[in-house]
């Protein structure tokens, strides 16, 4: 708290001015105040939103680039899918394939200033790959696990790519 020059002039008024506005000088409670502000619980989004890495059996990634406005606005992301349900729908529409295998990943929680969102990643084996693999307007194509690491990644995608990668080691596959 800054005095003012006037405070200053008058000595009476100084030797009692931290009294006047500092609530623990005047009550027993030196060693609680001031205190810092409690900490609110920050809002979680839940895995409502599941995340797949679609892999053919070249063991190749596919990515989609977010849009400019928004979270992660611009970089490269796995597709994001509103239930687990729709995944089957959304691999023969937009990768014209099937799934042969799924493997539920642990869920992986990402920190915001604001909320923590809750990812529930699932990684996808394709069976078949009989359409377009890529749509280049869409922005979308696929890629090998470390090259992904070359392009502009959030943070968790970038885990569940390192992640991959070293599964892919511990299986030979690299």
Same mark, same amino acid.
């Given at each position: ?13 100084? *030797?009692? %001015? @931290? ?5 623990? #000088?005047? &009550?027993? /409670? #030196? ?7 409690? #900490?609110?619980?920050?809002? /979680?989004?839940?895995p ?5 890495? =679609?892999?053919?059996?070249?063991? /190749?990634?596919? !990515? +989609? ?9 611009? !970089? %490269?992301?796995?597709? &994001?899918?509103? &239930? ?9 529409? #937009?990768l *014209?394939?099937?799934? *042969? +295998?799924?493997?539920?990943?642990p @869920? ?12 529930? @990643?699932?990684?996808?084996? !394709? ?6 693999? =890529? ?6 194509? %696929?890629?090998?696990?470390? &090259? ?7 943070? @968790? ?16 596959q690299?």
């Amino acid at each position: 708290m800054r005095r003012s020059a006037r405070a200053a002039a008058r000595p009476a008024a100084n *030797a009692r %001015w @931290p009294a006047d506005c500092c609530r623990s #000088t005047g &009550e027993p /409670r #030196t060693a609680e105040l001031p205190a810092p502000k409690p #900490t609110q619980a920050k809002p /979680r989004e839940q895995p409502r939103v599941p995340w797949c890495s =679609a892999l053919a059996e070249r063991a /190749r990634l596919y !990515l +989609e680039r977010r849009p400019p406005a928004g979270i992660w606005g611009g !970089l %490269w992301s796995l597709p &994001e899918l509103p &239930e687990p349900a729709a995944l089957d729908d959304w691999l023969g529409a #937009t990768l *014209a394939a099937r799934a *042969a +295998e799924r493997q539920a990943w642990p @869920p992986l929680r990402h920190g915001f200033s604001h909320y923590d969102l809750d990812i529930a @990643p699932v990684a996808v084996r !394709l069976a078949d790959v009989s359409g377009p693999v =890529a749509d280049p307007a869409a922005d979308a194509a %696929w890629f090998r696990p470390r &090259e992904a690491l070359g392009v502009g990644l959030a943070a @968790p995608v970038r885990r569940l790519v390192e992640e991959l990668i070293e599964q892919q080691a511990n299986e030979g596959q690299v």
